[in-house]
């Protein structure tokens, strides 16, 4: 009986044993694949701001060659250290690449950064059509120091880059959830959209404006950005409604007309119902629907504007 014991509790110290070595194992390949996914990620996208023409015209080419470089050097110590060999050769790929996009053989230059034809000579500013009285009143309201990113305004100067410059400040800077009660609405050819709506802590003020939302590609009322965006509206104390369009954030889809950019009926359906909910809630008569979007938002917000014109369902 005793050796039976002895045995039982070294096959279980043996078992215990290998489930901790596994689990090691496992933990190690989880680290490794991290790892490797950012030695790669960090290639790549130094040689975007290398290669790509904007960023070497406005930056000039040796902002993108030292970060292509020392990311190149990091990653090759990195996987000679930690031996990854499949990572190893993907870094080499993206080498092969750089040399393949900077190499120009139509030029006596041998090494060419950027296309000087994508040359941008516009200069920096607000433009606008004097002429529309109602959009002149607004760029008189409108103070040039709170529509220009420089020095003097609160330039972050060690952000360089505009993609930096809207991505960062959402990594480093934690936002607070905001709870939605989200209203369905059925659209002219029969799909199903959202409106995601968020009321001031006091609840709706009818002689506030009323804020109507579209978010970028493939986002919707979860990204951070939206979010900051209503924070920032329902401490003024207006409404912030975020217009989420067709299939995504995992709306259902009644048929095969997914989410299309040039689709602008959606907007001008949701812009309507907005209006009647605002005349529910006892809005006042001089109350504005305002419309805001963010990248492929503003796209079809500008095109909504322009194909509708004066049928717009909104008032800015």
Partial sequence: STDSDGKTNASSKKQQQQRQQNGAKESSSDAGLLLSFACIIGVASSLVVMTDTLYVLEFGPEYGCCLFLSAVCISTYTCMRRGMPRTSTCITALVLLAAHLIWDRTSS???????????????????????????????????????????????????????????????????????????????DDGEVTALDAAVPPGGHDPAKPVFLILHGLSGGSKEEYIQDFVH??????????????????????????????????????????VRRMMAKYGSDEDQLLVAVGYSMGAIILSNYVAKYGADVAVDA
């Fill in 109 to 187: 230059s041998t090494v060419t950064f950027g296309d000087a034809n994508d040359r941008i000579d516009i200069e920096e500013g607000l433009y606008h059509d004097p002429s529309n009285a109602f959009v002149h009143s607004i760029v008189e309201e409108w103070p040039e120091r709170h529509r220009t990113y420089s020095a003097e305004t609160g330039k972050t100067q060690w952000i360089p880059t505009g993609d930096s410059r809207t991505g960062l400040p959402f990594l480093l800077n934690k936002v607070e959830p905001v709870n939605f009660t989200r209203t369905f609405f059925e659209t």
């Fill in 232 to 273: 920032h509206a329902n401490e003024n104390g207006s409404t912030a409604i975020i217009f989420v369009a067709r299939g995504l954030m995992d709306l259902p889809l009644r048929g095969w007309d997914n989410f299309h950019g040039a689709r602008i009926s959606d907007v001008h359906g949701a812009a309507k119902l």
